[in-house]
């Protein structure tokens, strides 16, 4: 199979992530997960108490991604493996402000094009057909109800063992959906070629077998 960039892209709790890996795994191609370096950024933040200057965070941020056989894509910021922090409340609460700061997209924009430069790349987020990779072999736009993506973020928290309420989770969830799809700078929205993927009532493995036979029809 020819190498291809594969953009999954779409509202939070959509499954992006998930799919993303197991995509990634069962094409042999390397999974990026952009929405962990803006919740590294985001992490760096709130440990600082919620600076203004962004452009001064962003200068002092050295960030990277690694990838270890058991455990996975891991986030390396400032030397430090961050990974295990990253789906805190307090950062889930932030990112959409965070990411949204000019200094800050621009830097993991840039990051996010020098890791698909040489292809063979599964990367999720909500500018990634739009903004990352206009170019992209294949682009998927995932969505699901509000109600099914709070359900998913619950479940997700109880097995990381965060406390959260289901209700309070869909409120957040429909904040996040309007703050990211009105943000000043690359909004959530679909790329005019991107394939819609709705995974409302639908399993992973179901989910993961519509887009592969998208990838197959194209590779």
């Not at 309070?168 to 703050?179: F, S, T």
Request: proline letters at 2%.
């Amino acid at each position: 199979m020819k190498l291809l960039n594969i953009a999954l892209d779409g509202p939070a709790a959509a499954g992006k992530s998930t799919i993303a890996k197991l995509l990634a795994a069962k094409l042999s191609m390397i999974y990026v997960d952009t929405g962990a370096m803006y919740r590294a950024i985001t992490y760096k933040y709130l440990q600082q108490n919620k600076p203004e200057d962004y452009d001064q965070l962003i200068e002092t941020t050295e960030l990277s991604l690694t990838y270890d056989k058991d455990k996975g894509q891991r986030v390396i910021l400032d030397n430090q493996d961050v990974t295990d922090y990253l789906r805190e409340n307090d950062v889930t609460n932030h990112v959409s402000y965070v990411a949204s700061k000019e200094a800050v997209r621009t830097f993991s924009v840039n990051k996010q094009q020098e890791l698909a430069a040489k292809k063979g790349i599964v990367m999720d987020g909500r500018d990634i057909g739009t903004v990352v990779l206009p170019d992209a072999d294949l682009k998927v736009y995932m969505i699901a109800s509000v109600e099914e993506r709070a359900v998913r973020r619950q479940k997700d928290n109880e097995e990381r063992g965060i406390v959260s309420n289901v209700e309070q989770l869909k409120q957040e969830i429909a904040d996040r959906d309007q703050y990211d799809m009105n943000r000043d700078i690359s909004p959530l929205k679909k790329a005019d070629d991107a394939i819609t993927v709705d995974t409302t009532g639908k399993s992973i493995e179901i989910v993961t077998q519509e887009i592969l036979a998208l990838v197959h029809k194209i590779s």
